[in-house]
């Protein structure tokens, strides 16, 4: 005879497996008295699972949607089928730019039986993404090691190769991971170097476990981290410039991801974004079709004046030969 809590399970996942049933039928299949069956239906009602029962002949119980999300039962195919649906949403941001499809991956990937555990795997040595507009992707798996490493706060020897394809090898305390909409980052502390890192997911080669205990004393912001380096990146030139609108506006307009934002006061904000030359951030600053002001570098002040002159004249030039 199976036991009180194993009773309850497979009852919960017959429950699960159709709109309803009847008490008989219930008590034939789990090999029980149908005063056993009531008894257990009180006690997942008391678990917080919403049980409701119909009288007479054609009722029975059927399990409906609660206020709250109660464990389920899933069998294998289920589960393998949850698991890859998961995945696909963490990797294409289908569901936004939240990570709580890797959140449930995870924990999903850590109860998994191994063999339903090692048919996912198998599936992501078989499944080829072409790559986009974006570049490169992430490999399935090494996203859920980086996800397993930033939860255990463990140290790790991660193997890199930078946007230069230069491979190097350090040792980082692993803390977050941020996805901007198009990639996904690694926010960890390089251990030699003392300060905090983004590093590209898709261009970690591998991450190895050393046993020891991260280090996260002051940790950053990860978003607000991943932002500014972003933004700044590897560009020669950074410019400033004050907008006349209030944070939330000026985040609309710049995003996060091309400039570093602060607020001057309630109907300001001061960012500062990089580019290639003083002319190529005229030409992005002029397209955001918006008062600005270039607060430095004088290069850029003078290279915008320069173009909205040019613009003007242009479009004087326009009505005059309409004339």
Request: proline content about 7%; overall charge positive; charged content about 30%.
């Amino acid at each position: 005879m199976l036991s009180s809590s194993a009773r309850l399970l497979r009852l919960l996942s017959l429950l699960s497996s159709r709109p309803s049933w009847p008490c008989a039928e219930l008590a034939e299949r789990m090999e029980v008295t149908d005063r056993t069956v009531r008894r257990d239906m009180a006690r997942l009602r008391d678990l917080g699972y919403c049980v409701d029962s119909e009288a007479g002949p054609w009722g029975g119980y059927r399990l409906r949607a609660g206020s709250r999300v109660p464990p389920l039962i899933l069998d294998d195919e289920e589960a393998l089928a949850v698991a890859v649906g998961l995945r696909e949403a963490a990797l294409s941001d289908a569901l936004g730019g939240d990570q709580a499809a890797l959140s449930a991956l995870l924990k999903l990937r850590q109860v998994l039986p191994r063999h339903i555990a090692d048919r996912l795997g198998e599936l992501d040595e078989a499944f080829v993404r072409l790559p986009g507009a974006d570049g490169p992707q992430i490999r399935p798996g090494l996203l859920l090691e980086l996800a397993v490493a930033c939860r255990q706060g463990r140290r790790a020897r991660l193997s890199y190769t930078d946007g230069e394809g230069r491979g190097t090898v350090r040792e980082v305390d692993p803390y977050r991971l941020v996805h901007t909409g198009r990639r996904w980052y690694f926010v960890a502390r390089d251990v030699s170097r003392g300060r905090w890192r983004t590093f590209r997911a898709d261009r970690v080669d591998r991450l190895q476990p050393t046993g020891h205990p991260a280090d996260l004393t002051d940790a950053p912001d990860p978003a607000q981290l991943v932002s500014r380096n972003i933004a700044n990146g590897p560009y020669p030139l950074s410019a400033t410039i004050r907008l006349p609108l209030a944070l939330r506006e000026a985040l609309r307009l710049i995003p996060a991801t091309v400039g570093t934002h602060r607020a001057d006061g309630p109907d300001a904000t001061l960012v500062d974004i990089g580019g290639p030359d003083p002319d190529g951030l005229a030409r992005y600053l002029l397209g955001l079709g918006t008062p600005l002001r270039v607060l430095a570098p004088d290069a850029v002040r003078q290279a915008l004046a320069r173009r909205a002159r040019e613009l003007a004249e242009e479009n004087a030039r326009g009505d005059a030969d309409a004339l």
